[in-house]
């Protein structure tokens, strides 16, 4: 304890130096963290949907539509509990750049389904149900684009041709984070007015029983339509959830090897600051060991001195990228809700402070214990 | 007078490991700078390479992708009746009534299915989108069941292989060829005869007519013609266009990400570049001293240690394009978010995108050498002689 002071001042002695390189480390943590969290977040949006919800489609391809007198046949399976569908609408509001999700439900259903991740003030539920052009909206989306509730929004279809026109008569918060709050839903009755043709389930959602009854009714579905003109294909919420995340192709595999280039760049950075410092020492290393201080201890100043820089660095990249993050409810547009950094990356991150500290200050501080000190005093720069 | 830059060079090989690793550092920002750029690239390339400037596409007013649009065949023929279209060899009208879906396919390994474009087209197509041909089999035979695949999407699927049959919307299909399409999103693509695919896909409907006209110029006046028909509510699009516009979402992500990333990594090797040049101006007081007694100005001695910096990263510039170059080619997939399919693109490292890696480096070792060379410019001689 009492050579704290020895290493403070050594420290101290080029700041900027110091600053610079803690300072680098610093980013490249918090550039790891972003980094990671990317990949985290994708797989829980792949872990949340829940094991007690299906997911039913077409069996050809998720853009193709079944027919709504499935709905009475799949509430008629065993172990359903609970039926609706839905199906992408794919508004544009204002401008094709403000993407956000929008679908049209069969909403009484849709409400009561997903009643238990969904906060839905009472009134405003009952308002939104029995007024045909009204909708819901998430929490986020209102804040985005500063609507107020009961305001009329216009939105441009892109599949139904036209401009379609809702009343916001409700402001769903998610329960969990990971449900998304950028989305609006309608009842689709209202396209049924202009196109009853065409407004059919994208999509149905049961609710199960019972969890482990999920095998048991993805087969009974699936074999009860399999020779209809609408196949189907039935899978847990999660399962629909993941196998969409994995349509990003090779993400993690991206994130995983720039966060490893960045963290090797830094690392030559802190590895060189270090050895700096070490060299320009080398007289003073010869005076130490005149004066007593045996290898042992002069190796473990250097490596405490690598592990001050290398951890500081960790704690402020790793703090900023915790403290930005979630409380500015960052979600990539949307794409990635529940942004995060989880405590498995701080570790991860503090992790490489660690392996930071060691390969940055290892070189250096063998040397400065290895040295003799007569060849240190002899030491020219 | 200038500070001739061999002595840079020395001085910098004087200390080899801390050149070495600052050169090191920039690379590997180069390196991820230029990938990143080639990712991209690659996917913009396939995309815009997809249309021609002299075809016009025709969608359902409003439609922002050929996965919402539809056009019945009635309005099909009136468009396609137009006199501004280009005459085939068969002297029939280069117009393609296409039906566009996307299905879900056994990928070739690792289970699990892939979305992927399917497209009914006339046998006009293949002379409206004249970069396709076939590299393997032949064509699917009209009147029956038969497709050919994509060259990018062929290895990804199963039972993809010319004579094998695949499944989807309820029936088998041969495998008749493997077509290319110099790079553009059709190589990830399964084309068909419309009138087969029509009534296993979504009923009586296109998505999209694809025109050839006698000539580009043309343009303006087709579509004002489309679009003021009351008939046909549609909207004239053309294809480079069309296509350009389609890759907007996913290349503004990963510019956004090549920036956010590349930026931060270069402050960190800027620090240190600036550590390793204040360290040199600190261990070469003496010389420096030196170099200003014997008459070298001080604006000269800034520009050698800017120089110096300068040259350290155009190192550590082409260090990292070597380092990137091999990335060039490499095939990888992701989705576009507008067709809701798979596609499949190149990396794609342009002498462009090399340019501005090199160029990147420069300008992180300027900034690097900045200060440091400021610093050696004002130096007090007679202090620092001593």
Redesign the interface.
Known sequence: MKFLPLVWANLTR?K??TV??T??VA??L??FAS?RSVVTTLRAGADVGSESRMIVQS??????FLPRSYKERLAAVPGVAAVTWADWF?G?YQD?KN?FASFAADAESYLELYKTDLELPADQKATFLRERTACVVGKRLMDKFGWRLGQDITL????F??DWTFTIRGVYRAVDPSFSEDALVFHYEVIYERYPQWVNPGWYVLRLKEPSLAPRVAAAVDSMFKNSAD?T?TGTERAFNA?FM?????VSF?MNS?GM??V???L??A???M??SAR?RTNEVGVLKTVGFTDRLLFGLVMVEASTIALGGAVLGLGAAKALYRPTGFS?MG?LPGFDVTNGTLAMGLGLAVLLALASGLVPAAGAARLSAVQALRHV? | MKIPLVYNVRSLLRRP??SA??A??VA??V??FIA?LA?ANGFKMALVRTGSPDNVLVL??????E??SGIGRANAAIIAALPEIAAGSNGQPLASPEVF????LDAATGG?DR?VVTRGVSAQAFEVRQNVRLIAGRRFAPGRDEVIIGSAIAPRLAHSAVGDTIH???RGWLVAGHFSSGGSAFESEIWGENEQLMPVL?GEFYQVIALRLRSAALFDEVKRTLEDDRRL?VDAHRESDFYAAQST?LRV?LNFLAVF?TG??A???V??A???M??AV??RTGEIAVLLTLGFRPRSVLASFLAEAAFLALVGGLLGCLVALPINGVV????NWSS?S?IAFQFLVTPRILLEGVLFSLVMGVLGGFFPARRASHLPVIQAIR
């Not at chain 1, 069996?59 to 193709?64: D, E, S």
């Not at chain 2, 359902?60 to 992708?65: H, I, N, Q, V």
């Not at chain 2, 990888?332 to 989705?335: G, L, V």
């Open positions: 080029h900027r130096r610079l390189t300072l680098s980013l490249a918090f550039l980094l069996a050809k391809a998720i853009v193709f794919g544009v094709p993407f441009k279809g892109t599949i041709q036209g196949p294909k196998n994995t349509m990003w192709g090779n991206l720039i280039a960045v090797f760049a830094i030559l950075v590895a060189n600051s050895m700096l320009e990539a794409f720069e | 490991v801390s690793m600052t090191l550092g590997l920002v390196g991820v990143m990712l359902r007013k409003g439609a922002d992708s996965l919402s879906v996307p299905m879900s699990g979305l989807f919307g309820g979504r509510q979402v992500i990333i931060i990594m402050i960190g090797a620090f240190g600036v550590n390793t204040y360290a600190a261990s990888t997939s992701t989705t809701f798979m």
